[in-house]
């Protein structure tokens, strides 16, 4: 047999030790079958605030865009992309197109509960970023204290309207009532 006829076998040298298991980072995720995706729920018709639950109960994120329109109901989720059914990665973004009016009132929200107060921002086309001066476990226990702009200026539906937020004690917390009767 000649050299060029010898088969080299590849394998374990005699006497030598075998590499441990490979180093495998803390924070690593397992790929899941299919990457890890999941239906795209079916948002279109549903207020914005509902569907962000949703879409945050699927782990998926939401873009928003602004259909303006003078016909209501506003704050609802005309169309989404992806549609309902396709396959989205978990934690990747869902684009939804919301109704809303072309220009608005910020209306006086003061002394409403956080969720209250998003959920009419929302219905009248603004989009409600919650500035939390005292950090509370529970979003129902924050009230709102101001907003900028402040309310009963006129603003582009779309706009973000800033709003102030503060924990106060149970009972001490100012009704929806005594906020209204202190609007001018």
Do not use: K
Request: one cysteine or more.
């Amino acid at each position: 047999m000649s050299e060029s006829d010898r088969a080299t076998i590849v394998g374990p040298v005699v006497g030598a030790t075998s590499p441990g298991p490979a180093a495998v980072p803390s924070d690593h995720q397992p790929v899941l079958p299919g990457g890890g995706a999941c239906p795209a729920p079916d948002l279109i018709g549903l207020g914005f605030t509902e569907a962000h639950s949703m879409a945050s109960a699927t782990r998926l994120r939401l873009s928003v865009s602004v259909w303006e329109t003078n016909v209501g109901p506003w704050g609802r989720v005309l169309d989404q992309r992806p549609p309902p059914g396709a396959r989205v990665r978990r934690g990747g973004r869902i684009v939804v197109t919301v109704s809303a009016r072309p220009q608005e009132q910020i209306p006086d929200v003061r002394g409403l509960p956080l969720d209250e107060a998003i959920e009419r921002l929302i219905w009248l086309g603004f989009v409600p970023l919650a500035d939390v001066r005292r950090p509370s476990r529970l979003r129902s226990a924050s009230y709102i204290v101001s907003t900028r702009p402040m309310a009963g200026a006129l603003l582009a539906c779309g706009s973000v309207v800033a709003l102030t937020v503060a924990r106060t004690q149970p009972g001490t917390a100012p009704s929806s009532a005594s906020a209204c009767a202190d609007a001018p």
